[in-house]
């Protein structure tokens, strides 16, 4: 009977390591994929900037103008950016505070 248990322990054993490393396996495909379309996504960025500033150079000589206004518009989106990011994580901050709040008994009121 315990020869039968070893087995059948060992065959769930089996089991559960190929299916471990079948997913270790896609998880690596899938980080890899997510890697290589976040190059392509740098990549395409990059162009697009190149296009804007030639275009800008058109519109706004000499070219360090044009690279002026270009950078000003960056760093104008970056702000707005990260004023709503620190926005919205107050928001979130104070959301989870006030669940927390909800979840555990106020021991004070005692």
């Not at 190929?18 to 395409?44: D, M």
């Not at 270009?70 to 707005?80: D, F, H, K, N, Q």
């Not at 107050?90 to 006030?98: F, G, L, P, V, Y």
């Amino acid at each position: 009977m315990s020869e039968e248990v070893g087995t059948l322990v060992r065959a769930e054993l089996d089991r559960a390591r190929y299916e471990l490393t079948e997913t270790a396996r896609e998880t690596g495909l899938g980080s890899l994929a997510l890697t290589a379309g976040g190059v392509c996504a740098l990549l395409a960025l990059l162009s697009a900037h190149e296009a804007v500033l030639r275009a800008a150079e058109r519109q706004w000589p000499p070219p360090q103008r044009a690279a002026t206004i270009v950078g000003l518009g960056y760093a104008s989106g970056a702000a707005a950016f990260a004023s709503f990011g620190c926005w919205r994580l107050r928001r979130a901050r104070a959301a989870s505070r006030e669940a927390l709040a909800h979840m555990v008994p106020d021991r004070t009121a005692d």
